[in-house]
Each structure stands twice: as C-alpha cells, then as structure tokens.
C-alpha cells in the first residue's frame, strides 16, 4: 500500500509557466488537502475536497485551483507560477472530512524563477 | 490567518534529557495536534487533544491541552536519536476543515 504519493519529487519552473502538481491515494480516503510549506510560517492549507466533485478554498487559495474528478486523486494547477509561489507542497488525506487524522504526502518542493 | 507561536524555535540536546516544548494562540481551539516531520517527509500526527486540561501519552511523548484553551504542551522524554525532526503543533478553531499549524521546533539529539 503506498499511501499518498506525489509528483514531481521537485520541480524547477519558468515565472508564468503552467504546472500541475499531481496527489494520488490509495487509502479510498474521502477528504483531501493542499498545503504550502514556508520557512518560519508552518504549513497553510491551500484547497480542500470533502469528497469526489466537492472543493474548497483553505488560508491560502489565490494563484492555485484544483479539481477533484474522483476519490484517489486530487492535482493541484498554478495557471501561471511567480516567485511567491516557491515552496514545499503537501498533499494529504483523511477518511472523512474536517478529521484530525491527516495522512500526509511526502511533497514536492517547487522553485519558481 | 491565525498566528499559532510555537516555542523555542530549535532545541540542541544530549541523548537521554527530557525536552518541553510549547505552542500558544491568541485564538480559542477546540482541538490541538501535535506533528513530527523527518527530513523529506510529510508529518506524521503523534498526539491528538480534544478537551481543556487533557493530557495523553504516546509512549515517551507527552502533551496536554492547556486550560485556556489557548496552548498546548508536549513533552518528549528520555530523548533518542530518533527522535531528531521538526515538531509541529496544529489547531482547529470549530469543526471545519482549517487546521492552523505553528512555525516548528526543531529538535537535534546529539549521541
């Protein structure tokens, strides 16, 4: 059982190019998270899904959309990356939603230029 | 966003002390977790506290839900190698999905 994975591992990418940053679960969990990783400010969540079809904005939503077409997967879209958008992405998971118990993704680190 | 200090910032110790580290909030949580992160991973939940005054174990690790409801405690004893990491704590103001996550401690256990 692999659990939550991620990919790309990390990414190097162009100031306005378009990027996909892709969650896969094999748990059939029904909630899934986005969160960015910043030195000195903690993980902030980015967009959630309770459930396949459903999405919300979490702390930190401008820049980024997601989609969540099915239970396992969940990608998360910068349409046009800047700077500010350099970070560690985590993807995680919960059977339902609003649960504590978030089974976290291993990241992907993306630099913007 | 909610603004959750965590404290102190990084931790140097010698194998076998005991560590304390804290996190305080200027808002009410309702629940507190606390998160260990190894280097390259994503962070693994270690203690779960739903109720002012709580206080639950995971093996050496110890934490409670401060009485106001503003902070929580974890306590880590007998330290190990492995216990090397980054500790997050994170809190839940009602019962939605925003969990608020403090800036880590990072703890180096040296043999």
């Known amino acids: 059982i692999a659990g939550i994975t991620q990919a790309p591992t990390s990414q190097i990418l162009a100031a306005g190019r378009r990027m996909t940053l892709r969650c896969t679960q094999d748990m059939r969990h029904n909630a899934m998270y986005w969160y960015r990783q910043d030195l000195g400010l903690g993980l902030r969540l980015i967009h959630y899904s309770n459930t396949a079809g459903t999405t919300g904005k979490g702390e930190v939503p401008d820049g980024y959309s997601v989609s969540r077409a099915n239970t396992d997967d969940f990608p998360l879209t910068l349409a046009s990356a800047v700077p500010s958008q350099t970070s560690v992405y985590f993807c995680?998971?919960?059977?339902?939603?609003?649960?504590?118990?978030?089974?976290f993704g291993p990241g992907t680190r993306l630099t913007v230029l | 966003g909610q603004q959750l200090n965590q404290s102190p910032q990084s931790m140097f110790i010698q194998e076998g002390e005991d560590v304390s580290m804290n996190c305080t909030s200027s808002?009410?949580?309702?629940?507190w977790l606390w998160y260990k992160q190894d280097p390259g991973e994503g962070p693994v939940l270690l203690i779960a506290l739903y109720k002012a005054g709580e206080l639950t174990s995971n093996g050496r690790l110890t934490a409670q839900f401060g009485i106001t409801r503003k902070d929580s405690f974890l306590n880590i004893s007998a330290s190990i190698p492995s216990d090397v990491g980054i500790y997050f704590c994170?809190?839940?103001?009602?019962?939605?999905?925003?969990?608020?996550f403090g800036t880590g401690t990072s703890l180096t256990v040296i043999p």
């Open positions: 994170a809190g839940q103001l009602g019962t939605g999905n925003q969990f608020y």
């Open positions: 808002s009410i949580f309702n629940t």
């Open positions: 995680a998971s919960s059977e339902v939603a609003a649960s504590n118990e978030q089974f």
